[in-house]
């Protein structure tokens, strides 16, 4: 499974971006999509996640600003962003998480990340 990121770029603060995902390849069942934010010199850290089942979790400082969807017919993971302010800069990583069919009635978990789309929130 590969993920295909799009979206991002340079905003100032208080302004809107969107970021795209699509999980390609012989996908069985999607559990879960999300994002993951990485600050210059900082860990990756979770800024929002889906899950099949409708449940929802997201970082506390994006409360309220942003949001997750996913559309699991066409495999797609979008998050919206409002009001960025400068913390919120950083390469923002896709995931996915769930099943993909290798054979016939066979398959097996799978754990898939994108490349990371820059996100730079400044005036």
């Known amino acids: 499974v590969q993920l295909q990121a799009s979206g991002g770029g340079s905003v100032q603060p208080g302004g809107s971006l969107s970021l795209s995902c699509t999980a390609l390849g012989s996908i069985n069942t999607l559990n879960s999509m999300g994002w993951y934010r990485q600050a210059p010199g900082q860990q990756r850290q979770l800024v929002a996640l889906?899950?099949?089942?409708?449940?929802?979790n997201y970082a506390d400082s994006v409360l309220g600003r942003f949001t997750v969807s996913m559309d699991n017919v066409k495999n797609t993971v979008v998050l919206s962003m409002n009001d960025l302010k400068p913390e919120d800069t950083g390469v923002y990583y896709c995931s996915a998480r769930g099943w993909e069919i290798i054979g016939p009635n066979r398959q097996r978990n799978f754990d898939a990340w994108g490349q990371g789309t820059l996100v730079t929130v400044s005036s």
């Open positions: 889906t899950q099949r089942n409708g449940g929802e």
